[in-house]
C-alpha cells in the first residue's frame, strides 16, 4: 500500500479498501479499458466519488473519481485536480486516439490510473459495480476471523465444532478441498482420503451404487450412511453444495469418539450454503485473474495502455526488447468442415498449450485471445539473438499443436521491438505475416524475413483499397466491361502478367489457345487505353488487377484456382 493510502485511511476512518486490481477485475470489460496505472494496480481504492467539473472535486486519498461531466480532451483538467487530491483512478468517457494520449499523459504525470470508460456505459451502471466491489471488501474486512467465509479449511473446523465430527469439504470430483484437525482417531477411509486428496475408488464406487450421490446432487437433503464396521467405516452424514440446481461439492462429516451432535443436520445445511458462496467467488478468482493479465495484454496490442503500467503488473522491464507471436488454426479443408464446437475446443486446448509453451521460456510472458487469433508477448528479450530464440520456441509449439491437437496451426513472428512501448508495431507486422500466409497450406511459421515481398505488395493494395483517387480509371473500364459482356479481358491481362508474358504458359493456366490469349490482350489494350510495353505501367496494371480480385471482382474470381489447377 502507498503511502498517501495509508495517511488518509488513519486520519479519516475510512473504510476498507479494494486493491485496484481486483475492482477492475469486477468492472472492466466490457466498460472500462486501463489507459495507465503509473503507480500499478495494487493501489487501494476507498471510495467512489462523482465529480463534476464546474464543482470543487473535493477528492480524497484512495477515491475513484467519476468525471461525468466531461469527455475526452476537456476532462484533462478534472484528471488534473483528482491527482492531485490523491485519487487512486479517474474514470473518463474518451471517444478519440488523441484524447486518449492527452489524458494518459496527465494521468501520469499526477500519479493516477487513467479509467477510459466505453462511450455507450452508462455511469449509473459503472458506480453500482465499483461501489459494490469497494462494499464487499469493506464487509469482508470488518467480519470476524472466525466468521470470514474466505477460508474452507476454516469453516472446515467450525462445522466440526458445531457437530462434533470430523470434517471434509470435497468438490464434484470427490477431491478433498479443505478438511478439521481432529485429535479423534479417524477410520481408514478417512486417512486414505486426506492423504490421497481423494477418497479410495473402491468407496466411491460403493457410494455411487448406493446411490449417495445421485441424492447428494439432487437438492439439500442430508444423507446418512451407516456404520460398517466390516470395511472399516464409521457412521458419516453428507450434504450437496449447490448453486441454484448445479452441484459444485460435498460436505463430509464423521461420527468420531462422541455421537454427532443433534443439530449436524441444520450445521450441514448452513455450512453448504455458506461453503456454495465461497467456492463460487474462488472459481470466479482464478478465471478472473488470468483475464485481467490478457486484458493487460489487449490493452498493450492496441496501444491503450502505457507499457510501464502494464510492465509492473507483469514483473517486465519495459526498457527491454520484445515481440509478438499471433497463432491460428486453419481448417483442414481435406476433412470438410468442422463442427463449431470442436473448433472452439480445438482453440481452447491451443491457447492452454501456447501459455504453457511462452511461459517456459519467459515468466512474464502474456497470452490472450482476439477473434479466431492468440497472441503471444515475451518481453525482456536478450538484445542479441532474441529472433532465433523465439523462431525456435514457435516452431516448437507448432509442433506441439500439430501432434496433440491434430490441427494444422500457423504462426506469423513479428518484428523484435526495442521496448515495449512498440509492441503494437509487432502486433501489426506479425497480423500481416499471417495475412500473408493464408494462402500457403506449407507455410507453418514465418518472421517477415521470410514473406517480406508478398506482405509489401498486401499493404500496396490495402493502400490503394483506401484510396480511391490512385485507382487506374482504365482498369475499372475493363473489368466493367467483362460483368457486363460476360468477357474475360481482365482475367486474360492479369494471367499474361503474371506468366511474365509467357502466352503458352498463361494459356494454359486459362485453358484457351494462345493465339485466342493474344486477341483478349489486344482487344483489353485496345478498350482500355493501357500500355503493356511501359514497364511502369505494366506494373500498376498488375497491382490493380491484384485488388480487383482481392475484392472478387467478377471476371478474377476463378484466377487463382485455374492457376493452382495448372501447377497440379
Same mark, same amino acid.
Given at each position: ?477 475493363? $473489368? ?35 493465339? $485466342? ?52
Amino acid at each position: 500500500m502507498d503511502g498517501a493510502a495509508v495517511d488518509g485511511a488513519a486520519g479519516s476512518g475510512r473504510a476498507a479498501a479494494v486493491p485496484l486490481r481486483r475492482l477492475l477485475i469486477a468492472v472492466a470489460e466490457p466498460l472500462v479499458d486501463v489507459l495507465a496505472a503509473p503507480r500499478g494496480f495494487d493501489v487501494d481504492v476507498r471510495d467512489v466519488v462523482i465529480v463534476d467539473p464546474d464543482e470543487e472535486s473535493g477528492t480524497r486519498s484512495g477515491d475513484l473519481v467519476l468525471v461525468i461531466g466531461a469527455r475526452g480532451r476537456s476532462a484533462v483538467r478534472s484528471v488534473r485536480a483528482a491527482a492531485r487530491g490523491g485519487a487512486a483512478a479517474v474514470a473518463v468517457k474518451v471517444d478519440a486516439d488523441q484524447d486518449a494520449r492527452a489524458l494518459r499523459e496527465t494521468a501520469i504525470d499526477g500519479g493516477t490510473a487513467l479509467l477510459g470508460v466505453r462511450p455507450e456505459v452508462r455511469w449509473e451502471q459503472l458506480e453500482a459495480l465499483a461501489r459494490s466491489a469497494v462494499d464487499n471488501a469493506r464487509l469482508t474486512a470488518e467480519a470476524d476471523v472466525g466468521e470470514s467465509p474466505g477460508d474452507l479449511f476454516s469453516l472446515a473446523q467450525t462445522v466440526a465444532t458445531m457437530t462434533e465430527g470430523i470434517v471434509s469439504i470435497e468438490d464434484t470430483a470427490s477431491r478433498v478441498l479443505a478438511y478439521s484437525r481432529s485429535d479423534d482417531e479417524v477410520d481408514e477411509l478417512r486417512r486414505l482420503s486426506i492423504l490421497g486428496r481423494r477418497g479410495p475408488e473402491p468407496f466411491l464406487a460403493m457410494l455411487r451404487e448406493w446411490g449417495v450421490y445421485r441424492r447428494l446432487r439432487s437438492g439439500e437433503e442430508v444423507v446418512r450412511i451407516d456404520e460398517r464396521p466390516d470395511l472399516g467405516i464409521r457412521r458419516r452424514m453428507a450434504v450437496g453444495i449447490h448453486a441454484g440446481t448445479q452441484p459444485l461439492g460435498t460436505i463430509w462429516v464423521q461420527e468420531g469418539v462422541r455421537p454427532l451432535s443433534e443439530r449436524t443436520d441444520r450445521a450441514l445445511l448452513g455450512a453448504a450454503r455458506v461453503a456454495a458462496l465461497q467456492l463460487i467467488r474462488h472459481r470466479t478468482e482464478t478465471t478472473a485473474a488470468p483475464r485481467f493479465r490478457e486484458n493487460l495484454l489487449t490493452g498493450l496490442l492496441d496501444s491503450r495502455i502505457d507499457a510501464e503500467s502494464a510492465a509492473g503488473s507483469i514483473g517486465a522491464d519495459a526498457r527491454k526488447p520484445g515481440v509478438v507471436v499471433v497463432f491460428t488454426l486453419r481448417p483442414d479443408e481435406r476433412a470438410g468442415s468442422a463442427d463449431r464446437s470442436e473448433i472452439e475446443l480445438q482453440r481452447a486446448e491451443m491457447t492452454s498449450l501456447i501459455s504453457v509453451h511462452a511461459a517456459s521460456y519467459r515468466r512474464s510472458a502474456l497470452v490472450t485471445t482476439i477473434g479466431s487469433r492468440v497472441y503471444v508477448l515475451l518481453p525482456d528479450l536478450p538484445d542479441r539473438s532474441a529472433e532465433s530464440a523465439v523462431v525456435g520456441l514457435t516452431r516448437e509449439i507448432v509442433a506441439a499443436a500439430k501432434s496433440h491437437l491434430r490441427a494444422r496451426v500457423q504462426a506469423g513472428i513479428g518484428s523484435v521491438v526495442s521496448t515495449l512501448e512498440e509492441v503494437a508495431v509487432s502486433r501489426t507486422d506479425a497480423d500481416r505475416i499471417l495475412d500473408a500466409m493464408a494462402h500457403d497450406v506449407e507455410a507453418e511459421v514465418a518472421t517477415i524475413a521470410d514473406v517480406r515481398s508478398r506482405v509489401l505488395v498486401s499493404e500496396v493494395l490495402t493502400l490503394m483499397q483506401h484510396h480511391e483517387r490512385v485507382r487506374d480509371p482504365r482498369v475499372v473500364l475493363l $473489368t466493367n466491361h467483362d460483368v457486363e459482356h460476360g468477357t474475360e479481358l481482365a482475367r486474360s491481362v492479369l494471367a499474361y502478367l503474371e506468366a511474365f508474358g509467357e502466352v503458352r504458359r498463361a494459356g494454359g493456366w486459362l485453358h484457351i489457345h494462345p493465339n $485466342t490469349l493474344r486477341y483478349r490482350i489486344r482487344r483489353a489494350c485496345e478498350l482500355s487505353g493501357i500500355d503493356l510495353a511501359e514497364p511502369t505501367e505494366r506494373l500498376s496494371v498488375h497491382l490493380q488487377l491484384l485488388l480487383a480480385q482481392r475484392h472478387g471482382g467478377a471476371a478474377l474470381r476463378c484466377f487463382r484456382e485455374a492457376s493452382d489447377a495448372w501447377h497440379a
